[in-house]
């Protein structure tokens, strides 16, 4: 295609090219000069849906037109720039310097930015920055695009960090994800998830007093997975509703055969995520489950990672609230991981609270803290599980302050069904 051929379209909000002209345009650079390296930048302001909120739309208007102007200035430099969706831009040039140079490439930017923040129309924001060099020109524009905005992701709410190369770590993660987003369906039909069990015992007695269920991923492939390769991306994917669902299942089948076979059984504890409270009918999936297998409420724990209930605790309370009624026992899970706002223990129908696992590591650093926390655990008539627990020192200190439960690796690693069917046998022995 000739030159004269493309359409030129501008973006009406910043004046820059839009979408659509930026990719003909690339595409047009490259025939020119298919032996030359380049590089794709993709730019987004950080949080912009707050700017809106905060100074108003108007306002959110001006500093995209703003941005766009700015970043687009590059005196005699050979770039194609040009919005590329609601608060990002894109810019395509031939790649100049060293292209291992990225801390001074970092440097030059991040000046430039300086220069930008101090001139701008709103004050406290910031623009990051994803970048692909050297991109492989057999792939078409818009997949470069995406691998520029791979990079960016990464560093999205990060602070201190402001620009993102794109690499081949990332081209593997991507390539991985995509194929376990490939493969999950059918790996639950296949049983290629396990659930294990990890005993939780009393911290006075030694008795066993329950458990927490945790899957496992048994992948043809990537063989084991840990749940921190799979758990995030389920998350945000929505699958994770899926995979709990089953993980409910397979406990309350489990916990059936065991009663059948007149184990004296213990209560269990699976995991819910946002996503599995905030779907349409929650509690009325697991009363259907649990009734289904003949199992008693007061036998199922549910956890709940404090990080939940950052957004719209008022919106989230009534559902826990709805469980807690039917006689679930609700536990605030890895409390004081994240943001461990005290009113929330004070604001949520609460029965267990679950110490995360960071303090246990640093106990002897942190006794003042731990004692406290389980001294307000209790005052809110909750019981203090500690997990990650994995030696004799550890038991003994937080036994001293009255802590009610221990899970770690002191007692047991997480273990399969039938492993946990054996542990159970000898305990009730002892
Ligand atoms: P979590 O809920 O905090 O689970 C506790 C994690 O700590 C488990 O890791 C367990 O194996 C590990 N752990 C227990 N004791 C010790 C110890 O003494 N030392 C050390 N170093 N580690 C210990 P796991 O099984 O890898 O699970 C990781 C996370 O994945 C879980 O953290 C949970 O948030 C998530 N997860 C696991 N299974 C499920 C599930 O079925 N549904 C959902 N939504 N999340 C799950
Ligand atoms: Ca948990
Ligand atoms: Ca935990």
Known sequence: MEKNDIKIEYDELTGVYNRNTFYRLAKEMIRKDPDAKYMLILSDVESFKMINVRYGEEKGDELLAFVGKYLSYSPGADIIFARYSGDQFVGFSKQVGDPEDEESFNQNLMFAMEQMYENAPVNHFEVKFGIYEDVDLSLPISRMCDRALMALRTIKHQYGKSVAWYDQRMHQQYMKEQHIQECMEGALKDNQFQVYYQPKHDAKTGKLVGAEALIRWTHPVYGFMSPADFIPLFEKNGFISSVDLFVLKRVCEDLKAWKTSGISVVPVSVNASRK??????????????????????DLLHMEITETVFIEDVEYLKPIIQEARDFGIHIELDDFGSGFSALSLLTSLPLDVIKLDMSFVRSIEKQKMIIENIINICHGLNCKMVAEGVETEEQLAILREMNCDTIQGYYFSKPLPAEGFREYIENCNRL
């Open 276 to 297: 599995d409270i905030l779907q349409s009918q929650f509690l009325e999936k697991i009363k259907s489950v649990l009734e289904g297998e003949n199992i008693s409420s």
